[in-house]
């Protein structure tokens, strides 16, 4: 599956954002997209998860404010981002599986895009 994530940008503290991930392939809405981040100086973190079906996985630091979505259609999925803080500050990937052993762990992913960058000033 080829991936493409767009969507970031520069924003103020307290917007929004949405991400997008288009793929390629017929048989992606069966693939688990997950979605990671990496922060200048940080290692990669994941954030969110979405099974083919919809289910969904947040980490804890995101929760309430990140919301992840499918339109299987548009062979797309998205991330919500609201309330951002500074702290969000950083390029975000998109990465899917079939069936990712560890949801975490990025070394479980197979395809993963080329990032989009979030920029968030105080």
């Known amino acids: 599956v080829q991936l493409q994530a767009s969507g970031g940008g520069l924003v103020h503290a307290g917007g929004s954002l949405r991400l997008s991930c288009a793929a390629s392939g017929r048989t992606f809405s069966s693939y688990f997209v997950g979605w990671f981040r990496q922060a200048p100086g940080k290692e990669r973190e994941f954030v969110a998860v979405?099974?083919?079906?919809?289910?969904?996985y947040y980490a804890d630091s995101v929760k309430g404010r990140f919301t992840i979505s499918r339109d299987n259609a548009k062979n797309t999925v998205y991330l919500q981002i609201n309330s951002l803080k500074p702290e969000d500050t950083a390029v975000y990937y998109c990465a899917a599986d079939e069936q990712p052993r560890r949801f975490s762990d990025g070394r479980s992913w197979h395809d993963w895009g080329q990032g989009t960058q979030v920029t968030v000033s105080s």
């Open positions: 979405i099974s083919g079906v919809g289910s969904t």
